[in-house]
């Protein structure tokens, strides 16, 4: 029987077919090896649980009660001496929102005699308790911008008063306010009276989101006007250093007196 000789190519096609088996082969031995060990390491990367342990020496120790500070003898006696400067003076140095400082602030206003610094006004008839700046107005014979509270008991309501007053009647329905070279505009609609034969031009109502923005520039800027623009006319008022200053006193009477600026604020 004679051998049959194998060829090179049929060799070299063999040795293909055997590494191409080989192969997968090599893999799943290699994967027996190492199947068990990917969860111990797995397991072994887990952080272990901490346990804490409070002791009652660990717990915080509940705050001591602060005791109600006495009110300053000292500004007891300017306010009865009828000294609201030095009482007013006092009071802001004291912590804000507490009873005392409630108290002092009101008798100090019920006290003011001068021509500056919030007084009171009694209620009559048809209007409450209300706080004034005495630099300001208690009429409509005047051109001015000025700040007043209602106070019917709880917290005070503020008052915008914005007033033109002249011989001719401006039909104002807008007010444009300058401060330190901005400008705001407030569409507003006045009443109207005739004090002495002429006209007085006013816009009374409680203080908005507009009308808060508006002060708080008066109240702080270093130049500011009003400039009344009706259909008859335009006037100008310049806010003086009194206005402004009587405007802040004001604002800090409202928080003073447990009303909130943040309910004005733009959101």
């Not at 004679?2 to 590494?19: G, M, N, P």
């Not at 610094?117 to 911008?145: M, W």
């Amino acid at each position: 029987m004679s051998k049959q000789k194998i060829s090179d190519e049929t060799k070299f096609l063999l040795v293909i077919i055997a590494l191409l088996l080989s192969v997968p082969l090599f893999f799943y031995l290699l994967s027996l090896n190492t199947g068990d060990e990917a969860p111990k390491k797995e397991a072994e990367k887990k952080p272990k649980e901490l346990t804490v342990v409070v002791s009652e020496t660990d717990k915080p120790a509940p705050a001591a009660p602060v005791a109600a500070q006495p009110v300053p003898q000292a500004v007891r006696d300017s306010i009865q001496q009828g000294d609201y400067s030095t009482a007013h003076l006092q009071i802001t140095r004291m912590p804000k929102q507490s009873s005392q400082v409630k108290e002092l602030i009101k008798a100090a206003v019920a006290a003011n005699k001068g021509t500056r610094g919030p007084k009171q006004e009694p209620p009559t008839a048809t209007t409450p308790l209300r706080y004034v700046d005495a630099s300001s107005p208690r009429n409509r014979q005047a051109d001015s911008f000025y700040l007043y509270l209602e106070d019917e008991g709880q917290a005070p309501r503020p008052w915008v008063c914005i007033q033109s007053f002249g011989p001719k009647p401006l039909v104002w329905n807008a007010v444009k306010v300058r401060t330190d070279g901005t400008s705001a505009l407030l569409k507003i609609t006045p009443s109207v009276a005739r004090p002495g034969g002429k006209f007085a031009e006013y816009y009374d109502a409680p203080m908005n989101r507009d009308s808060y923005a508006v002060i708080k520039r008066l109240a702080t800027a270093r130049r500011s006007e009003v400039l009344f623009v009706g259909a008859a006319g335009t006037k100008e008022h310049k806010i003086t250093e009194v206005e402004k200053k009587a405007l802040a006193r004001m604002l800090e009477l409202y928080e003073a007196l447990g009303g909130n600026v943040a309910l004005f604020e733009r959101k």
